[in-house]
């Protein structure tokens, strides 16, 4: 993949960015969002790495990015992220190939809707012993316990994944649908209206064997793998997101008249945007870098690459959320305009599949090798 | 010429390096450059000389005018091989990537024949003579005037941050040829040797005690009537056309030479016993983080080829030199109380000039300020204070 883009990625963006422009939801009340995930589903977009095999279409990590960077500039709420970003990465690195034929074409579809709970904050640098829900091994199915505090998309999913912590040690994964006997879930209320959460309690919920999904010994590699690649279309959607600001700032600042003139116009606004606008090219150059260096699903992932799109999109996305509102002055800080919207995105993506510091740690022990090591 | 395979081209430049970059040109690998430049003068320019005789100078010329003709492609391989092994700062490049490619678009025969084989040749060296002590960031506000007077063009003016003028023999200038003339316009491109007596070449000391600017001094300085490229006049498009030709083919060779500093970071690191500071090492992952971003930017500049000056390319400038300029800064608290210390061992010594030169690199060649109103106007489209 070269670092520019083909027409036919360029001709899925123009796609995705026309339709979700007439259907932003992301201030709405819940109402809409079911037919927009219909909408979405009915373009293709949750196949999009779904192997032909599987029901999908089978394309590359690159064209997830773009569907991704685009519902990212929209603040679109749906369950693509969940889906296409870390439920198909999951399946397609750790389970089987017989679950993988049987649960993705309904995912492709977007007739299930799923959910991956996997440690606190899905960090690809968890182990077992991190994980919040524990799984033994009962006769000929499986007992999983544990409560997973926050769970995103958690309210409306059918499904979870659950990667669990094995009695005998080790990780294994698990499908879990929502109405299992012994799982209760709460909403909760996030800053972020746009990316729900909610609180699942897992109390001796019993399944079946084919409920596990992995080959044993694959998870414990396989998750960090899959996690790696929710954090690089995470950035895709960061960049997106941070475009967005920058757009919706130079327009408004355009716009907006001041000592008689546009606030534009001013060398400490203009010197403000124009670093947004470095910021936000060294996040898509990172992105274009991470995304030549992983195709696709297969074969070693190089993380370090990763971790440059990971970094660079969280603090540009942040900076320009920031910015945005300062820039737009008193009515950025308002719940009408958009900014505070990017505001809270670019905080969620902060927090989630291991923060930009713990990714900064990751390639200071590529290059010094593990801290531990010298202790 | 037939295709050149690039796996194949990297191969023999990295050979012809190996063979060459030894003996008494040892000491030259990875010096000089930016912020090195005193660094054995002499022996660098004899190195251009066997660089020449290798067939490394003028890659991307035309064929006709003696050059290789070869490839984008190629020549951004040659670049990172060269710096890969360490290849000392080039004396040359002025003339090579600067004034050749300009004689050969907008140049007579007569220059273009007089001028090109010094230059291909490694003997002849030029600098460019551009700002002035009243245009710095306001270039057109050149003061600098030039007149032609029985059959010779007459100087006189000042210019300064002119490097290399020292180890230079000809200097390209931006005169003004219409007097009265403000701005852009009657301006005049002249091509002026520097052994005469109406040029006096001052060293400004700078912060890191080296001396790699020049102030230029023109006392009724001469040259011949035929040593203006375009018409009297046309200065400022030929000044402007001149810096278009700097296509960044060095990008990726000046990334070379950045991971090679940083790679000295890493070891001052250890070899401090401050590898085991979290916050520094953060700090560290940080910095190779920014240098891979400079690389994949750059090679989103290079996919775009031909068709235009994207974004990437706008803000690249800006980007590199402010991560170069933190570069310098992690060195220091890298070293500590060290720091203060002028080191007299090389790693060392090299990083503390990073940490005073890099304050330049967001100075020469369009300040911080003027890229971030370029990035604003050009890509943005906000409008003109």
Redesign the interface.
């Known amino acids: 993949m070269?670092?520019?883009i083909t027409e036919e990625q360029q001709a899925l963006r123009d796609t995705a960015a026309a339709y979700l422009a007439g259907h932003a939801n992301a201030r709405d009340g819940r109402d809409g969002d079911m037919a927009l995930w219909q909408g979405i589903a009915g373009l293709g977009w949750p196949a999009v790495i779904v192997p032909e095999a599987c029901g999908g279409l089978g394309l590359g990590l690159a064209e997830a990015a773009v569907l991704l960077e685009e519902s990212g500039r929209q603040l679109t709420r749906s369950p693509l992220f969940s889906g296409v970003a870390l439920s198909h990465p999951l399946l397609l690195r750790c389970a089987t190939e017989v679950a993988c034929q049987r649960l993705l074409p309904a995912l492709a579809e977007g007739r299930l809707i799923s959910t991956v709970i996997a440690g606190p904050g899905l960090s690809p640098f968890v182990d077992a012993a991190g994980l919040e829900i524990r799984a033994r091994c009962d006769g000929a199915g499986w007992v999983l316990d544990g409560t997973a505090a926050q769970v995103l998309d958690g309210d409306t999913a059918d499904l979870a994944f659950v990667v669990a912590r094995l009695e005998e040690g080790g990780m294994g994964l698990f499908e879990l649908p929502a109405d299992s006997q012994g799982v209760s879930r709460r909403p909760l209320p996030a800053w972020d209206l746009s990316r729900p959460q909610a609180c699942w309690t897992l109390d001796g919920v019993r399944l079946a064997a084919e409920a596990r999904l992995d080959a044993p010994g694959t998870v414990d590699a396989g998750l960090s793998a899959a996690l790696a690649v929710t954090a690089l279309l995470l950035a895709a959607e960061q960049v997106g997101g941070a475009a967005r600001c920058?757009e919706l700032t130079?327009a408004y600042?355009?716009e907006r008249q001041q000592f008689g003139r546009?606030v534009?116009?001013?060398?400490a606004?203009?010197?403000r945007?124009?670093?947004m606008?470095?910021k936000l090219?060294?996040a898509?150059?990172?992105l274009?870098?991470?995304l030549?260096a992983c195709p696709g699903l297969e074969g070693a992932l190089a993380l370090?690459?990763v971790?440059?799109a990971r970094?660079?999109a969280a603090g540009a996305y942040r900076f320009c959320a920031a910015e945005a509102i300062q820039l737009h002055g008193g009515v950025g800080f308002t719940w009408e305009y958009d900014p505070q919207l990017h505001f809270k995105r670019a905080q969620w993506g902060g927090q989630w599949f291991g923060t930009p510091?713990a990714w900064?740690?990751a390639?200071?022990d590529a290059?010094?090798g593990r801290?531990e090591e010298?202790? | 010429m037939s295709e050149i395979d690039e796996k194949t081209f990297r191969a023999e430049v990295a050979d012809w390096m190996a063979r060459h970059l030894v003996g008494r040109f040892e000491v030259l690998r990875h010096r000089g450059g930016p912020g090195d430049e005193t660094a054995h003068p002499e022996l660098r320019r004899e190195w251009e000389q066997v660089m020449a005789s290798g067939g490394w100078i003028g890659l991307g010329w035309p064929r006709a005018h003696g050059g290789r003709e070869l490839p984008v492609s190629l020549q951004v391989a040659f670049h990172e091989e060269y710096a890969r092994a360490g290849g000392p700062g080039r004396m040359g490049h002025i003339g090579e990537t600067l004034l050749a490619p300009t004689l050969i678009d907008l140049g007579t025969p007569a220059q273009q024949q007089r001028f090109l084989p010094g230059i291909r040749e490694g003997r002849t060296f030029w600098c460019q003579g551009y700002s002035e002590p009243g245009a710095g960031s306001d270039l057109a506000a050149i003061r600098s005037r030039c007149w032609l007077e029985n059959g010779e063009w007459h100087l006189q003016g000042q210019k300064v941050w002119t490097s290399l003028a020292h180890d230079s023999e000809w200097i390209f200038v931006i005169a003004r040829s219409t007097p009265g003339s403000v701005g852009r316009e009657g301006l005049s491109f002249l091509l002026v040797p520097l052994a005469q007596p109406g040029v006096e070449i001052r060293p400004i000391r700078q912060m890191t005690g080296e001396a790699e600017f020049n102030e230029v001094f023109f006392d009724d300085a001469r040259t011949a009537a035929d040593c203006i490229v375009g018409a009297p006049g046309d200065g400022w498009k030929v000044a402007m056309a001149l810096l278009g030709y700097e296509r960044g083919l060095s990008t990726l060779g000046q990334q070379m030479h950045f991971s090679h500093e940083l790679q000295l970071l890493?070891d001052a690191?250890?070899a401090a016993g401050v590898?085991?500071d979290?916050a520094l090492?953060?700090r560290?992952?940080?910095a190779?983080?920014g240098l891979?971003?400079?690389?994949?930017?750059a090679?989103?500049i290079?996919?775009?080829g031909e068709s235009g000056v994207g974004?990437?390319a706008?803000?690249y400038k800006?980007?590199w030199s402010n991560w170069h300029r933190s570069l310098g800064e992690l060195a220091m608290d890298v070293m500590g109380t060290a720091g203060d210390l002028q080191a007299d061992n090389d790693p060392l010594r090299r990083l503390q000039q990073v940490f005073f030169f890099s304050r330049a690199d967001t100075i020469y060649a369009g300040t911080n300020?003027i890229?971030?109103?370029l990035?604003?106007?050009r890509?943005?489209?906000?409008?003109?204070?």
């Not at chain 1, 534009?264 to 060398?267: G, I, R, T």
């Not at chain 2, 891979?292 to 930017?297: D, G, I």
């Open positions: 070269s670092a520019v920058i130079v600042t355009r546009p534009a116009s001013f060398q606004v203009k010197h945007c124009a670093e606008m470095v090219e060294g898509r150059s990172a274009a870098g991470a030549a370090e690459e971790a440059v970094v660079q510091d900064r740690d390639v200071a290059l010094f801290r010298h202790e | 890493v690191a250890r590898d085991h979290p090492r953060r560290i992952a940080e190779w983080i891979r971003t400079l690389r994949a930017n090679l989103r290079f996919a775009r974004p990437e706008l803000v800006y980007a300020e890229q971030l109103n990035i604003a106007e890509g943005l489209g906000m409008p003109r204070g």
